[in-house]
T-cell receptor, first 113, second 115 residues
């Protein structure tokens, strides 16, 4: 158990819908990262937050948004969903900024039908 | 731009043999860190080992060691005495330590350990 909690574990929805993925980092970790892993692909970096502030942005679509709350949990919002958004979405946390290894949650598997 | 390249999409290795998984990286920065992660078929991401760019010794963690060749920009993972449970996807990743905290991953190598 990495200590990072992601909900929901599985989600099936239709095209055009909106979903919210939630992540609770390990106790004491201030940084949260979001990654997308499509079938048989590597991990694509989406966005990173440190202590509530966005610090790094990757190839995140405009239809996607995220935030980190004062209690350090984070949410990734995916809207106007398309079939191609079907993927495993990982949240990871690390102790600080530019330091510490990433501890990953189990992922949220999104299926868009 | 930073980039991680893993040139072996898949490997088959006999149990108990040593395995080397290749990773090359590209960055113009001097301060960076390199990671290896394991992803079994169950899907979770497991941290294996870390090497800092200024670390003089190659990192080791149990059966895992990182063969760090800075001049060649390579950070190969060596698994000694492979076990059936080592069958998994392995990802190399890099964090540059003087800009945004964007940790990028390679496409991975799928390792199959044969009995």
């Amino acid at each position: 158990d990495s200590g990072v909690t992601q909900t929901p574990k599985h989600l099936i929805t239709a095209t055009g819908q909106r979903v919210t993925l939630r992540c609770s980092p390990r106790s004491g970790d201030l940084s949260v990262y979001w990654y997308q892993q499509s079938l048989d692909q590597g991990l694509q970096f989406l966005i990173q937050y440190y202590n509530g502030e966005e610090r790094a942005k990757g190839n995140i679509l405009e239809r996607f948004s995220a935030q980190q709350f004062p209690d350090l949990h984070s949410e990734l919002n995916l809207s106007s969903l398309e079939l191609g958004d079907s993927a495993l979405y990982f949240c990871a946390s690390s102790v600080g900024w530019l330091t510490g290894e990433l501890f990953f949650g189990e992922g949220s598997r999104l299926t868009v039908l | 731009a930073q980039k991680i390249t893993q040139t072996q999409p898949g490997m088959f290795v006999q149990e108990k043999e040593a395995v080397t998984l290749d990773c090359t990286y590209d960055t113009s920065d001097q301060s960076y860190g390199l990671f290896w992660y394991k992803q079994p078929s169950s899907g979770e991401m497991i941290f294996l080992i870390y090497q800092g760019s200024y670390d003089e010794q190659n990192a080791t963690e149990g059966r895992y060691s990182l063969n760090f060749q800075k001049a060649r920009k390579s950070a190969n993972l060596v698994i000694s005495a492979s076990q059936l449970g080592d069958s998994a996807m392995y990802f190399c990743a890099m964090r540059v330590l003087n800009r945004d905290d964007k940790i990028i991953f390679g496409k991975g190598t799928r390792l199959h350990i044969l009995p």
